[in-house]
């Protein structure tokens, strides 16, 4: 039995498959390109690695693809057998295990597992940036900022991934509100890793939430090294320094950004659909014509809009069906979205029929120009939208939807206290889209005094 980088067992023989592991881990933590061909070079030398196989399946479903779910069952069997065959370390037990949970529609259980791991080391880099990465997609920020600060101690300077967990510390104080502690965090573990993209966008997520554009811009530019390298993470940072010029009021270098870099592969990874539908939606809320760029996006919606992986995903692809007008690829999915809610035996499908469904149906009514009703439905699913996954800056396109549809409508009083609210959450600080809805908000209110 051999320790890995985070001084974890493995039931690893062979140096160069261990070697192989190392990098395995680091590029995932650094959100890297090459993951997968370091983990395909570990299990061809070692194809009896329990935590290899359940590793290739945990990721696969991060991919929240409904059509991988087979490829990460087939993982499943194959670290299962490997298990019965060989002396397995606890953590290769519970990888499996977590993979057997997620698939049985309890990520939870998955979660679960993986703590377990950090209670037996808490120096386990990998599990813990799993179990942070999970719990990012169930929107669990308090859960994400517990699990990291009870292993925090165990990353000491001595430890070659302290970075990395910093960065997801980073991530959890922005996420939880603490703004300063998170951009300090951030900046320190870019420190002991410059390659920690996670991090940078942690504390890019800082300046965005605080209206702070010229610091995030330099933050992104100066700092290339930590996000060039990355998968398709480098478009979610692109998009973040889209949003940053969308606060400055620089329309025309956001439809730049979207069309070379954004959107410059035009894959239908939800990641990247989300980043791309939630730009454009933001944009025509700005009044700019966005021409044909939704056409593309509805059409990949509509390929995927019976998935049910990641509610969060099924959010923008209605979105983008609503938005290009696609009304019975809209009444389908929302009959999808009925039908999940009335049996929701996973936890994912709980999450689609509450807030999901009435969302679902408030981002329908404002495709269609019902203003009233999407901003019933919309600011009904408000309270609980965090479960749907994603960051406060992510979900926030939802919410700029709720306020646009209640000005439209004539909820007036309670489109303020909305707009007030998502300032609070941004520690009293009045971003560009705020200050021009209360200005908008003001006019209509004095205006109706008037009348």
């Given at each position: 039995?051999?320790?890995?980088?985070?001084?974890?067992?493995?039931?690893?023989?062979?140096?160069?498959?261990?070697?192989?592991?190392?990098?395995?881990?680091?590029?995932?933590?650094?959100?890297?390109?090459?993951?997968?061909?370091?983990?395909?070079?570990?299990?061809?030398?070692?194809?009896?690695?329990?935590?290899?196989?359940?590793?290739?399946?945990?990721?696969?479903?991060?991919?929240?693809?409904?059509?991988?779910?087979?490829?990460?069952?087939?993982?499943?069997?194959?670290?299962?057998?490997?298990?019965?065959?060989?002396?397995?370390?606890?953590?290769?037990?519970?990888?499996?295990?977590?993979?057997?949970?997620?698939?049985?529609?309890?990520?939870?259980?998955?979660?679960?597992?993986?703590?377990?791991?950090?209670?037996?080391?808490?120096?386990?880099?990998?599990?813990a940036k799993v179990s942070h990465a999970i719990r990012f997609i169930l929107g669990d920020h308090y859960g994400m900022r517990r699990s990291i600060e009870r292993v925090l101690p165990a990353h000491g300077p001595d430890h070659p991934l302290r970075g990395f967990v910093l960065g997801c510390h980073a991530f959890t104080l922005e996420e939880t509100g603490d703004y300063a502690a998170a951009e300090a965090a951030g900046l320190e573990g870019l420190r002991h890793a410059s390659d920690d993209a996670w991090g940078l966008h942690a504390v890019a997520h800082v300046y965005d939430m605080t209206h702070q554009p010229d610091r995030g811009i330099s933050l992104i530019e100066e700092n290339c090294g930590s996000w060039?390298?990355?998968?398709?993470?480098?478009?979610?940072?692109?998009?973040?320094?889209?949003?940053?010029?969308?606060?400055?009021?620089?329309?025309?270098?956001?439809?730049?950004?979207?069309?070379?870099?954004?959107?410059?592969?035009?894959?239908?990874?939800?990641?990247?659909?989300?980043?791309?539908?939630?730009?454009?939606?933001?944009?025509?809320?700005?009044?700019?014509?966005?021409?044909?760029?939704?056409?593309?996006?509805?059409?990949?919606a509509e390929t995927r809009a019976n998935d049910a992986c990641v509610a969060f995903a099924d959010l923008h692809y209605m979105m983008a069906l609503s938005q290009q007008g696609r009304q019975q690829a809209t009444q389908a999915m929302l009959e999808r979205f009925h039908r999940d809610a009335a049996a929701p035996e996973a936890e994912t499908l709980r999450i689609i029929a509450d807030p999901g469904l009435t969302a679902a149906e408030g981002l329908a009514a404002y495709g269609e120009g019902r203003y009233a009703a999407a901003f019933r439905n919309l600011a009904q699913a408000q309270p609980r939208m965090q479960t749907v996954g994603g960051s406060h800056a992510q979900r926030d396109v939802f919410e700029r939807i709720t306020i646009d549809a209640g000005m439209r409508a004539g909820y007036l009083s309670e489109t303020e206290a909305l707009i007030r609210k998502r300032t609070a959450l941004r520690g009293g600080v009045e971003d560009a889209f705020a200050a021009a809805r209360m200005q908008q908000l003001s006019a209509a209110m004095r205006l109706a005094a008037s009348a």
């Open positions: 039995m051999k320790n890995d980088i985070c001084d974890g067992n493995v039931s690893i023989t062979d140096p160069t498959a261990l070697e192989e592991w190392n990098s395995t881990i680091r590029a995932f933590l650094a959100h890297g390109s090459q993951t997968p061909v370091h983990l395909g070079a570990v299990l061809e030398r070692e194809p009896g690695f329990a935590m290899g196989h359940a590793a290739k399946g945990l990721f696969t479903l991060m991919l929240g693809r409904r059509e991988l779910i087979a490829a990460a069952q087939d993982a499943l069997d194959v670290a299962l057998a490997a298990l019965r065959q060989g002396q397995p370390a606890l953590r290769e037990r519970l990888w499996c295990r977590a993979l057997s949970a997620w698939l049985a529609g309890r990520p939870s259980g998955a979660i679960a597992a993986m703590e377990e791991a950090l209670l037996d080391n808490p120096r386990d880099t990998l599990s060039l390298h990355c998968n398709n993470f480098r478009y979610h940072v692109w998009w973040h320094k889209a949003l940053l010029h969308l606060d400055r009021g620089e329309l025309d270098k956001v439809i730049e950004l979207y069309d070379t870099e954004v959107r410059h592969d035009r894959t239908d990874d939800y990641r990247d659909f989300s980043n791309a539908s939630s730009l454009l939606m933001r944009l025509e809320l700005e009044g700019v014509s966005v021409g044909d760029r939704w056409n593309e996006l509805a059409d990949l």
